[in-house]
């Protein structure tokens, strides 16, 4: 074989997968440069790809994560406020050696997310007790040494109607679509894509003003993770990537308010409101959950 046909031309699509001209990414006046797709996906995403290291600490945040979600789980009855929720996830995030991320996260004022009803998401918890029927969701994020993960789940409070049965599972079922298209060489747009389609299906709807976003070393890094979209749209999928799938869906339509508390996010036609998250990462051959509970 002649050296021409493995040479990669200046006009090539670069070999890094970032479908620009290699002259314009990794090659740099025809001299061959080993492709970093570190420094590739920093330079041209903004996106800080996890090292081993790294996922192994998000992971115990993971776990601290899911400790917390599931102390929370045996406290949830009717006539408990959301108020003793956040007490308990805040002494249960300290006693785990972490920090509560969302206390004073751009004015936040508490340790958790608790979100009922037609609550899409931030609720800010306080007085309020949950009421037999409720679904009420809890989105934790601990820190620890440095390390986010992110999760969230909801609760039936007593026993619930149809309606919000309906909800809660189309939005777990959600989740598990969106999960089930990561792996490296798919994009951001399938998971959302994926999302939307069983989300409408199901005569449900997507919220677009949230969505998921890349975590670890911060509360919310590049990229964002839309639960809608378009099959093959967006940034390609490689191994160790860190980023949050959190699908908001709605029994109603999809738009949303917020509350004069400047946080809560509520649905404008009241309808409920369901979500679960999860911080996936992205491996080799698919993906791995780093806060795994059963779906
Ligand atoms: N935990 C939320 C998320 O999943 C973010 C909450 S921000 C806060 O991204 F300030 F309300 F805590
Ligand atoms: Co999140
Ligand atoms: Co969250």
Redesign the pocket.
Known sequence: MKKKDTKIGRNDTCPCGSGKKYKKCCGTKGIRKPVDRSSQYARQNNIRLKTPADIEMIRRAGLVALDILDKVGTIIQPGITTEEINTLVHEETLAQHASPA?LN??G?PKSV?ISINEVIC?GIPGPRVLNDGDIVNV?V?PILEGYYA?A?QMFFVGTTGPDAQKIVNVARQCLKAGIDMVRPGNTIGDIGWAIQQLAEGQGCSVVREFVG?GVGFEF?EPPQVPHFGQRGQGVKLVPGMVF?I?PMINLGGRHLKILDDQ?TAVTTDGSLSAQF?QTLLVTETGVESLTPYEL
């Open positions: 969302p996260y751009r936040f997310c931030h989105d994020t992110d969230n976003h919310h949050t959190e946080w998250e």
